[in-house]
């Protein structure tokens, strides 16, 4: 899980390259491990404001991975 999440950050510092096959990796890790929600860092993403946090989580919704963010 730890190692998907860690390529959302690349592929988002990345200009989004290859951000669904990523998402995919995501989505099939938290199967595996039971988990409903990814939980990622604000203060990694390229985009750390608000529409830029609501936009990833419309985008990853859409592929059927639930977002949150930590509180740090």
Not at 1 to 22: F, G, Q, V
Not at 39 to 48: E, H
């Amino acid at each position: 899980m730890a190692e998907a999440t860690e390529s959302i950050y690349a592929s988002l510092r990345a200009d989004n390259a290859d951000i669904d096959a990523h998402i995919a990796t995501l989505k099939a890790a938290m199967t595996r491990e039971g988990i409903k929600q990814a939980v990622f860092d604000p203060t990694k993403l390229a985009q750390n404001n608000r529409s830029g946090r609501k936009l990833m989580q419309a985008y990853f919704r859409q592929r059927g991975v639930s977002v949150r963010f930590s509180a740090s």
